[in-house]
């Protein structure tokens, strides 16, 4: 159960007169799982559409709760996780504001298979699936781009499978941070940049699939090798093409082993 990302939302038409109705239909349009529609029938979504504000830490549903519709972050973070019978936590994805989440359940017509936790204050829409299934019967073109949507997500957890297979953990911890660096802003060819974890060291050990320890003693270690500086949550990377450079050095390493 991975997440789409943001598209941006295109001008709505019909609805222009800044009501919440307008507002819904904007946020709506922002979907990938929804682009393509037109304003009067994403006008039919916004009245499955219910806005969400919640406390950090807030459940927003436990591993067997029935799913009745999907998510869209719009501000804050939210982990999807599930607690092994040991009583271990595993992360499986970390939602970040734009992106959707549940619908995979929702198709599937079963409960959650993991829980959803806000990491911090957020809010969110909720779609309701019964205006989903409603445009599936009326539009099969919707039906082919919720297949595409779904084999994206399939591509990315094969991905996911492969990089905890075949990756070692300082390849994957400096992998992420690259992808931190991309998110937080455009890509540098070299020189100096600083990036802030957007969550708990924990937290992001458990979406590698390390242990806390793990991921601490590896960032002590590039850290003595000068290729990161750690304050607290925030990064600092004095040159981020070595790190890129030292990156590539490793995955191609392990694939001659």
Do not use: W
């Not at 070692?168 to 060819?189: H, K, N, Q, V, W």
């Amino acid at each position: 159960m991975t997440a789409n990302d943001l598209k941006p939302a295109r001008p709505p038409a019909a609805y222009g007169d800044g009501s919440e109705t307008d507002r819904i239909v904007r946020l709506l349009g922002c979907i990938p799982l929804l682009s393509g529609l037109t304003n009067d029938e994403l006008g039919c979504f916004a009245r499955g559409v219910r806005m969400q504000t919640v406390s950090r830490g807030t459940v927003l549903f436990h591993r067997g709760d029935a799913c009745h519709g999907f998510y869209l972050l719009l501000e804050g973070q939210v982990k999807l996780a599930f607690t092994s019978s040991e009583g271990h936590e595993k992360v499986i994805e970390i939602i970040r504001p734009g992106q959707s989440f549940g619908e995979a359940v929702m198709f599937m017509d079963k409960p959650y298979i993991v829980m959803a936790q806000a990491l911090m204050d957020c809010r969110l829409l909720h779609v309701a699936k019964k205006v989903v299934f409603e445009e599936m019967d009326r539009d099969p073109s919707f039906c082919r781009r919720i297949i595409a949507s779904l084999s994206q997500r399939l591509h990315h957890l094969i991905a996911d499978v492969e990089t905890y297979s075949l990756h070692t953990a300082r390849e994957r911890i400096i992998g992420y941070l690259l992808r931190e660096e991309e998110l937080d802003g455009a890509p540098t060819a070299s020189g100096r940049v600083s990036l802030r974890l957007p969550t708990s060291k924990g937290t992001i050990a458990s979406r590698l699939n390390l242990t806390q320890e793990h991921f601490s003693r590896i960032l002590h270690e590039l850290a003595e090798s000068g290729l990161i500086v750690v304050e607290g949550r925030t990064i600092h990377i004095p040159n981020i093409e070595k790190l890129r450079v030292t990156h590539t050095h490793y995955k191609a390493a392990t694939v001659e082993h």
